[in-house]
Structure formats: C-alpha cells, structure tokens
C-alpha cells in the first residue's frame, strides 16, 4: 500500500508523485488518497502562474507516467525551491513539525503551543488563515464542471490511470472539526462544499466497481463536534489539534475503517451515487442543529 499522507504540498504534486510510484512500483497493490476541498479552488491569478498551464496539462497527457512525473518534479522543484526559501526565512522564529522516514507528522510545533501558549491561540491562528484564503481570493472555476476544473479533470484522469494500472484506490475526505465547516459556511462556501463532494461522487462512479472508492469523514460526527474546553487551554484534545488537523487516534479510527471496509451512521461514510444526497441532507441539518454550540465557540475564541 502506497499512503500519498504528504502534508504540505498541492493537489497536483500529489497526483504527480502517485504516477510516479504507479510507475515504478511494480508491488503497489493499493494507493489511500487524500482529497482537500481547498486543493480544488482556483483563481485566475492561479491559471496566469509561470509554468502552471504546463504542470496541469502535462498530467493529463497521454505519455509515459515516468516522463511526465520528470518533467512535473522538475518544474515544481525550480518553482517551489523559490517559494520554499522565502517561508523559511519568513518561518525561522516558528519551532516547525517535521515528518519521520515513515511519512509520519511529529506534531511538536503543536505540543509547543500547548505547553506555552495554550489551545485558544492554535483554533484562532488556523480559523483565521482559513477566513484569509476564503475572503482574499476570487474563485472563476465551477466544480460542477469536470472540463473547467483542472482538480477534478486530474482527478478523473488519475482514476483511469489506476484502473488501467489495476490498483484499487481509496479517496477519503478529512474529518474537519466542526469549527471549520462553520466558518465554510460563514464566508459562504459551505454549498460550494457540498457541489464538491457531489462533484467527486460523479466523477468517481464510472470507476467504483471494485477499483475506487470514496469516504467521507467531514460530517458533525461525536468525533468531529469535539467540545474545545478553554477553561483548560493546556488540556490536549483528544482527536484534534486545531481545526484542520487531528490526531493520530483519529488517524488510527479513519485507517480502521478504510482498510476495513466498515461505515457508521455518522462517520466514515461511504459516498456513492446511492447515498451522497442522503450525506448532503444530513449535513444540512447538522450544519442548523450545531449553530448554538458554534455560536458559543465563536463568543470564547473571540473574547480576550
């Protein structure tokens, strides 16, 4: 199994790096994938980017797999060597986390935080990043459109590529803690998140006869609508970090159910055709039925 978990880098790398291995890796059996709405926005700033026409349309050509990886990491690495040195200069007073030889995230930037700062600035530095990139930017592609979106015509194009390559692939959706989905909502993209998923439910159906599949984690579940308690701001959570990143028990529960198969109610639940809309209106309803504890979250991460 081949778990593409690389935090930190985009949705076309991502695939690029996936090719590669379907490539070269003559064991790969299976591929878990990771699917961030975020990765599927563009602006038109985003398609006007030196070399980015390049890097889109190279992943969709008919060529070799390992080529187009060469030429995609080749580009990227020039691209991102100059974006790379600028955060590190911007990042140098930030104690980082760093990933192990397995692919795992140390989470010692967070532990940090915790020990001296506390949980309160954790949730409100991650929501307000999150309000940034949703307020700042003016998004022209329509996720309702495989042919103008080019996340989900790479996406499409990667699921081919897996049939074809006779490797079974597990897309799964993050769990978002429930103070993230609020705030998609309050800078309205939460319909827009909805599109998404019907997006990836379409593109994915052609392909789910043993081939592919797609979970869903992003509902309000017990373990997404974990209370943040600041009356112990030192008190670690128990699944998350802050909004948009969880803890490795609920890594552990998410792995349990995608290697197994196993769905629940509320939430590792599998996205079909059959059961989106079902998803989409239960989503509905949690989004009105946990507005009073958001509204209680916003009052205290708010306050002084």
């Known amino acids: 199994m081949f778990n593409l978990g690389m935090p930190g880098i985009g949705l076309e790398r991502q695939f690029g790096e996936a090719l590669k291995q379907i490539e070269e890796n003559t064991q790969l059996e299976s591929i878990i994938f990771s699917l961030d709405y975020l990765d599927f926005l563009y ?19 008919p060529r070799g797999m390992q080529q187009r990886a060469r030429d995609v990491s080749s580009l990227l690495l020039s691209l991102d060597t100059l974006f790379s040195s600028i955060k590190t200069m911007a990042k140098q007073h930030v104690t980082s986390s760093h990933i192990s030889a397995y692919g795992s995230h140390y989470a010692d930037s967070y532990i940090n935080i915790m020990q001296s700062e506390g949980i309160k600035p954790l949730f409100s530095q991650k929501l307000k990043q999150i309000a940034q990139s949703l307020q700042s930017k003016r998004y022209v592609s329509h996720l309702g459109q495989v042919e103008k979106n080019p996340g989900l015509k790479m996406f499409a194009t990667f699921l081919e590529k897996t049939r074809l390559a006779d490797i079974e692939v597990t897309f799964f959706i993050s769990p978002y803690h ?60 128990k699944w998350y970090w802050e909004p948009a990143h969880y803890r490795s028990e609920l890594g552990e529960v998410m792995l349990k159910a995608l290697t197994k198969s196993t769905s629940s109610s509320d939430f ?37």
Not at 43 to 61: A, H, K, V
Not at 282 to 298: C, E, G, I, N, T
């Open 43 to 61: 602006t038109r700033e985003d398609f006007e980017r030196p070399g980015q026409e390049f890097i889109w349309q190279n992943l969709l050509q």
């Open 178 to 237: 429930y103070t993230y989905l609020h705030m998609l909502n309050k800078h309205n993209h939460w319909q827009s998140f909805l599109q998404w998923k019907m997006a990836l439910v379409s593109t994915i159906e052609p392909y789910k006869d043993g081939h592919a599949s797609l979970w869903d984690f992003s509902g309000f579940s017990s373990y997404t609508m974990e209370p943040v308690d600041f009356t112990q701001p030192r008190k670690l959570m």
């Open 268 to 304: 590792a639940r599998k996205m079909e055709q059959s059961t989106v809309r079902d998803i989409i209106i239960l989503d509905q309803k949690a989004l009105l039925q946990s507005a009073a504890a958001w509204q209680a979250f916003s009052t205290q991460i708010d306050g002084d």
